[in-house]
């Protein structure tokens, strides 16, 4: 049963444009979010987190947020660069049931020069 | 450079077999987490150690088996092995467990198994 979902396994974007990628998760238990990156032949590097207790985070050109009562959850890469393409893995986790954390399929961006 | 060592980075093997994972966590790092990323499927967490002891389980079948030692690196043991279990599985650390975890898991570069 996939908890955190990805339904767009791939994203196309001039560089300069945004980047938007999203994620849904089911379990209302989640209160934890996180976005992590992977490069090829890499394993997965943190990017972004966001608490339940808030709606939006930012960091420099990425900003994550967070539709509770949706379920939803996205990323916003503003301006988008090419050295942003590779693949996007959303997760979660819910704290008080031992932090386990979920993980999405992934989106694969890539940045068009 | 995530601090995560794993070993070996890509190993072939028959169907039947027997093979082990390696992971060296992060200096300093108690928690050590378990993932295998088949084709097309999400990073699907295995097991989690603290310190030694099993944390969380997650979907790990019956054949696989993990363990963390004294000196905090840790094994995954994949018995029986079936076509299917060809995948990347992902070894990550983290300082903390539980409700202090920032959730910031460093991971290594993973490890690729083939089964023939």
């Known amino acids: 049963d996939q908890q955190v979902k990805q339904n767009s396994p791939s994203l196309s974007v001039q560089e300069g444009r945004i980047s938007i990628l999203n994620c849904d998760y089911t379990?209302?238990?989640?209160?934890?979010f996180l976005w992590y990156k992977k490069y090829p032949a890499e394993g997965p590097t943190f990017l972004i987190s966001i608490s339940s207790i808030k709606d939006k985070n930012e960091d420099g050109r990425f900003t994550v947020f967070l539709n509770k009562s949706a379920k939803h959850l996205s990323l916003h890469i503003v301006p988008s660069q090419p050295g942003d393409s590779a693949v996007y893995f959303c997760?979660?986790?819910?704290?008080?049931?031992?932090?386990?954390?979920?993980f999405g399929t992934g989106t694969s961006l890539t940045v068009i020069p | 450079d995530s601090g995560v060592t794993q070993t070996p980075k890509h190993l072939i093997t028959a169907t039947g077999q027997r093979v082990t994972l390696r992971c060296s966590p992060r200096?300093?790092?108690?928690?050590v987490y378990w993932y295998q990323q088949s084709l097309d499927q999400g990073l699907q967490f295995l097991i989690q150690y603290y310190n030694g002891e099993e944390r969380a389980k997650g979907n790990i079948l019956e054949r696989f088996s993990a363990q963390q030692f004294p000196d905090l690196h840790s094994e995954l043991n994949l018995s029986s092995l079936e076509l299917g279990d060809s995948a990347l599985y992902f070894c990550?650390?983290?300082?903390?467990?539980?409700?202090?975890?920032?959730?910031?898991?460093?991971f290594g570069e993973g490890s690729r198994l083939t089964v023939l």
């Open positions: 997760a979660a986790s819910a704290r008080n049931t031992g932090n386990q954390f979920y």
């Open positions: 200096s300093g790092d108690l928690s």
């Open positions: 379990n209302s238990m989640f209160d934890y």
């Open positions: 990550a650390s983290s300082a903390a467990s539980g409700a202090l975890n920032t959730g910031e898991l460093f």
